[in-house]
């Protein structure tokens, strides 16, 4: 039979600072080997725990393939046509931002990479394709410490959902009148109740994507790890409440809708302490041969990294109004080297 190449969401991930690492300090390749070969199962972990909680709700049917060579990292999902579609792509940025935090807070590794659409074939023994091409120089253009969207494949998730904004405005007034009991027409109701779900469902789509997908000024599109996808952030507290006692009347009108019981705090909160401790541990020239040119432009690409992490963390946790994911710090000049360097303060 002869193979064919198809089209796939596809991530390509590389674990920054892992060769340098192993070259700089030869006696810990044991060490760093295992702290690799554990993020990779609670990797595949995550992935297979995913795959079956998620799968009937998101449609993916276990097609999620991983493969991890190296200090790379390579998810795909073929794509499919059809009304759960949306459904499936959410499920691989999903998997992806899954990925991207788990290595980060779990592991404290930081990782760069790409997401494109793409022609690919895949099996146990050879990954082949354009796609996979495409995938891998966007990581390489990469310049921050993120997971980059390709404007095209943005493009095309978003495309994926049809637009309902003025419906979802009509129940949002009428779940309104309804919460300060006001009276409902016949016709509001039966507007409810024939909208609801299917409208519910598009905007929780909407706002999944966006809560994944994340874009600072002119700056490439980025997967956002520190996502929160509880129904309240997603729909809002008010709507959410509302559709949750629908829910559960008609189940089945709301499938696909996946409520997470993670605690977002306790997330923004050990993204902090992992700040925290790269900002003391790389974010000044301490240490660092102040006549070696080429370790000093070494140092000077991690601050700007750490630097990037920083803003995007101060960024989530001013969305959600969380002042204790915040620390003190300071931006200064080392004297000798004229470059930037960061202290915390508390």
Known sequence: MVKKTTVHYIAYMDILGYKNYLKTNPEKTEQYLNTILDAVDRVKGN???????????????????????????????????????????????LSVALIQRGLVLQHGLIVRGGITTGKLFINDDIVFGQGLVDAVELEKSAEY?????????????????HDVADSYQRIKEI????????????DEKTFLNENLGYVTKEVYYLNSFKQLIRQYDNENAFINYLFDFSISTI???????????????DPEKYKGIVETHENYFDILLAHKDFLIKNIKDYCNYDGIDKNDQNAIQQREKIIKKCVWLLRYHISMCSEC??????????????????RLIVRVLN
């Open 47 to 93: 992935i297979s725990s995913f795959k079956t909680v998620a799968a009937e709700k998101f449609q993916i049917k276990g097609e999620l393939k991983l493969k991890v060579f190296s200090d790379n990292i390579l998810l795909c999902l073929p794509v499919k046509r059809g009304n759960d579609e949306v459904r499936r792509a959410i499920a691989f940025l």
């Open 145 to 161: 410490p993120c997971v980059i969207v390709s404007p095209e494949t943005q493009k095309y998730l978003f495309g994926l959902r």
């Open 175 to 186: 779940v309104e009148k309804e919460y300060h009991q006001q009276q409902i027409s016949e």
């Open 235 to 249: 729909l809002g507290y008010r709507f959410a409440e509302y559709v949750g006692k629908a829910a559960t009347r």
């Open 321 to 338: 109004g969380f002042k204790m994911g915040l620390f003190v710090h300071k931006f200064s000049c080392d004297k000798d080297v004229l």
